[in-house]
């Protein structure tokens, strides 16, 4: 095509095509670079450029230059703003709306707001109502799932149901949903945090977290990390003030709970307080034009979510005290590094500054309402735990260095014991036992099963008054698991594993009427078979034909009508056999042992 230039101003324009065309050249010419395969790097524009920026003295590069969607590439989710109350529907709202019904949906959120959100004021319920007929965000629909599958557990509504003569599988038919929701991609939003967080809520079941639970925590805590959550978040960054309270309430949440895991599975906290400087959760922001969805103000949930962190924060100071640090006796080099890393008092020193601690946090506290809630118990709970775990470490230290007074220690660990079963007493008084989850029959569990160490204790040392304590508050353990079983049947695992225990460490706690350990579908694993495992004499010797006391044998024909049992018995029998034939050797009986004091039960103290 031939341009012609003539008239004024056209040795400008002459000039101005010239530069337009030679500019044009030389992106062909890059663009053919790039293009070809060359072994050279240094002659790619791009690692020439790196090259001349290293031969300079002091590279530069102008901040004009720089994209505006770095922050937005590199921090996803800091500069996105909470999408509006009007945002377009979406097939995620579809999907929720058609696997829950309306009037089930705003039931079951209902449901959460009253008994979970107290707990854990990590939403603003004006704000999630006001967005319910219309989003689009599928982290959102999935926070909503979770939120549900947390409430079935609290509703008698059939629907909520997946096995419909089974309790224990409420919620569980919303499990799918919440999965596919959260199969498109990652996104490290607020809504996505929160609903990882609900869902292992909601698979803490049984005696310890599923493995899903703690799956889902551990998502949820990397996402926490990765969107930096944890961290403070200046002012200069355009985040809604709504979103910008959630991140700092989700981000707290994460640490509470991550220490009552470390309590509960024996491990160090992933989450230390020394990595976390958000602000402490403030008011929810007020939303103009909104009805209030919530029994209690906003306000008064923040002052209780405060104080948990505050003790979480003693707690973890505690976790730290109870743990020695690691040895390596292979490598002098790494043993010498964590003894420096370590940087630890003695054992008792730690242990008075967790109780100095605990002081100093109680003396802060705002004076408390008389109102008995779950939520303000769970701050009294923690407290009693942090307790709980000063006085087992040092009994179990006394234990460890055969203290001639260690039955000084067992006295403090029973008192503490019952103080924290005598929480959930109050909280049934009260009318508010039904309101507890399966993380109370934690503590629950945890506290019997520290009894039950002391009772071993003070049969050895026949202190005939400290064994009486403990018999009586492990039936009242008893009788509040049975009650949480009879209400929230996910806590079954909890109920079952103090009762075996206490069954084969021949502790009497007067198993209560009604409750027949085996029946439950989790009763019929082999170590919850009802065999009798102590017997009156040496109960295998080469003598005998399978090597098996009488008692044993009573007990496996009493169960031979059930198939399972049946089998693992038959398995048990050809163990014992192979064990018989092995030579002269007898195994040591469990009342020999323990009369003998080499038992080892530091299995029933809690804490890495």
């Not at 460890?400 to 660990?413: F, K, L």
Request: glycine share 6%; net charge negative; proline share 6%.
């Amino acid at each position: 095509m031939e341009l012609v230039l003539h008239g004024r101003g056209s040795s400008a324009l002459r000039r101005n095509y010239i530069w337009a065309a030679g500019l044009e050249a030389r992106r062909s010419m890059l663009n053919m670079k790039r293009t070809q395969n060359n072994n050279s790097s240094v002659q790619d524009p791009t690692w020439e450029y790196l090259s001349r920026l290293l031969e300079i003295s002091n590279p530069h590069v102008s901040d004009s230059t720089l994209s505006s969607t770095v922050d937005d590439q590199f921090f996803p989710g800091r500069t996105q703003n909470v999408q509006g109350d009007n945002a377009p529907t979406s097939s995620a709202y579809q999907s929720v709306m058609n696997n829950i019904p309306r009037d089930l949906l705003v039931s079951l959120l209902n449901l959460f707001f009253k008994n979970i959100h107290p707990s854990w004021p990590v939403l603003h319920a004006d704000y999630v109502f006001a967005r319910l007929d219309s989003w689009g965000d599928a982290t959102f629909g999935a926070m909503i799932v979770a939120m549900c599958m947390l409430a079935s557990r609290y509703s008698i509504d059939p629907r909520v149901l997946q096995d419909q003569t089974d309790r224990r599988s409420a919620g569980m038919l919303y499990v799918p949903l919440f999965e596919t929701l959260l199969s498109g991609g990652y996104r490290n939003d607020v809504y996505e945090v929160a609903a990882l967080f609900f869902a292992s809520l909601f698979f803490c079941t049984d005696n310890i977290p599923q493995p899903r639970a703690l799956k889902y925590f551990a998502t949820a805590y990397a996402f926490c990390i990765d969107a930096g959550f944890h961290r403070d978040l200046p002012m200069s960054c355009p985040v809604e003030p709504h979103e910008r309270e959630m991140r700092n309430r989700i981000a707290w949440a994460l640490y509470c709970y991550d220490k009552f895991l470390s309590t509960i599975c024996g491990r160090h906290p992933w989450l230390p307080l020394g990595d976390i400087d958000c602000d402490i959760p403030q008011h929810y922001p007020a939303l103009s034009g909104l009805a209030s969805h919530s029994t209690l103000p906003d306000a008064q949930h923040t002052e209780t979510f405060n104080g948990l962190i505050g003790v979480s924060a003693v707690l973890n100071y505690a976790l730290k005290a109870v743990c020695h640090r690691p040895l390596y006796p292979n490598s002098p080099f790494l043993d010498q590094l964590a003894m420096r890393m370590a940087k630890q008092n003695t054992d008792e020193e730690a242990l008075d500054e967790v109780i100095d601690h605990l002081g100093t946090w109680k003396r802060q506290l705002p004076n408390r309402s008389g109102r008995v809630s779950v939520a303000g118990e769970q701050i009294a709970t923690t407290e009693l735990v942090v307790r709980l775990l000063v006085s087992a470490r040092r009994l179990q230290l006394a234990q460890a260095n055969n203290d001639m007074n260690v039955h000084q220690y067992r006295p403090p660990v029973v008192s503490v014991a019952k103080e924290l079963i005598n929480v959930y007493v109050q909280l049934g008084a009260h009318n508010c036992l039904h309101q507890c989850s399966s993380l109370d029959a934690y503590k629950l569990l945890l506290a019997a099963r520290l009894l039950i160490a002391c009772h071993l204790g003070a049969d050895t040392a026949h202190d005939e008054g400290l064994k009486s304590q403990c018999q009586s508050a492990l039936h009242a353990a008893a009788l509040l698991l049975q009650m949480l079983v009879a209400m929230n049947p996910v806590v079954l695992g909890s109920a079952e594993v103090l009762f075996e225990t206490c069954r084969v460490y021949q502790v009497d706690i007067g198993v209560p009427d009604g409750f027949n350990l085996f029946d439950s579908p989790i009763g019929s694993k082999p170590w919850y078979q009802p065999f009798g495992r102590h017997a009156p004499g040496r109960s295998l010797s080469p003598s005998s034909r399978f090597g098996t006391s009488q008692s044993f044998e009573q007990a496996s024909s009493s169960t031979s009508e059930n198939t399972a049992a049946s089998t693992f018995h038959s398995m048990v029998r050809e163990t014992h056999e192979r064990l018989a034939t092995l030579g002269e050797s007898e195994l040591p009986d469990l009342e020999y042992t323990l009369d003998s004091q080499i038992a080892d039960l530091d299995w029933l103290f809690p804490g890495p």
